[in-house]
């Protein structure tokens, strides 16, 4: 059980669009439509921004969107603002008798 | 409102038994398709999920760690432990609970979390 592979870090400007990739494998990622991407303020908990590939919990901004092709997850953030400067990480299911795995983490920097 | 809040040590020494809880409201470890989990990250590092506790007391634990974690649920105070044996100070880290989404989800992820605990292994 190997973790998903983000960039380490992503930046762009305000107004810009950017997209984090999550690379696994066909046992996970491309095995399911079972991707989550959670967002990480410094010093606080995780946050849920996209699950099940696509879908945005309530609350959540529309500027969020999540995709899939292949082994390869993605989470577009459109409209970047200054508050979206965080870390963030993708997860997949992989199997009933381990059914989590989380990416490695990427950092977003608000240029 | 679902809310969790994990309680412990924040420090232990190398060799020693952990005994996180976790103390949760706005829903029942009673109810058809709930889970708890547990996720750690150690500093400046990534998430890294540990175990994960079902309604009907069905565990699962990281292939890597199984030996040494064990979930168990106390339904009727809302609590679920995890106990980490042998600790060393790799295992530094802040220690989460997190409920599993079911209602609307088929990939079940962790929504919402809680604050987490920093657990430092030093001697």
């Known amino acids: 059980q190997s973790a998903l592979t983000q960039p380490a870090s992503v930046s762009g400007s305000p107004g810009q669009s950017i997209t984090i990739s999550c690379t696994g494998t066909s046992s996970d990622v491309g095995g399911y439509n079972y991707v989550s991407w959670y967002q990480q303020h410094p010093g606080k908990a995780p946050k849920l921004m996209i699950y099940?590939?696509?879908n945005r919990p309530s609350g959540v901004s529309n500027r969020f969107s999540g995709s899939k092709s292949g082994n390869t997850a993605s989470l577009t953030i459109s409209g970047l603002q200054a508050e979206d400067e965080a870390d963030y990480y993708c997860s997949s299911y992989t199997s009933s008798s381990t059914p989590y795995v989380f990416g490695t983490g990427t950092k977003v920097t608000v240029l | 409102q679902i809310t969790l809040k994990e309680s412990g040590p924040t420090l232990v020494k190398p060799t020693q038994t952990l005994t996180l809880t976790c103390t949760f409201s706005?829903?029942?470890?009673?109810?058809?398709?709930?889970?708890v989990g547990w996720i750690r990250q150690p500093p400046g590092k990534a998430l890294e999920w540990l175990a994960l506790i079902y309604w009907d007391d069905d565990k699962r634990y990281s292939p890597s760690l199984k030996s040494r974690l064990t979930i168990t649920k106390d339904t009727s105070k809302n609590q679920v432990v995890l106990t980490m044996t042998n600790m060393d100070p790799v295992d530094t880290a802040t220690y989460y609970c997190?409920?599993?989404?079911?209602?609307?989800?088929?990939?079940?992820?962790?929504?919402?979390w809680g604050q987490g605990t920093l657990v430092t292994v030093s001697s």
């Open positions: 706005g829903f029942s470890l009673s109810t058809s398709g709930v889970g």
């Open positions: 997190a409920h599993r989404r079911y209602y609307d989800s088929s990939g079940y992820p962790f929504d919402p």
């Open positions: 099940d590939v696509s």
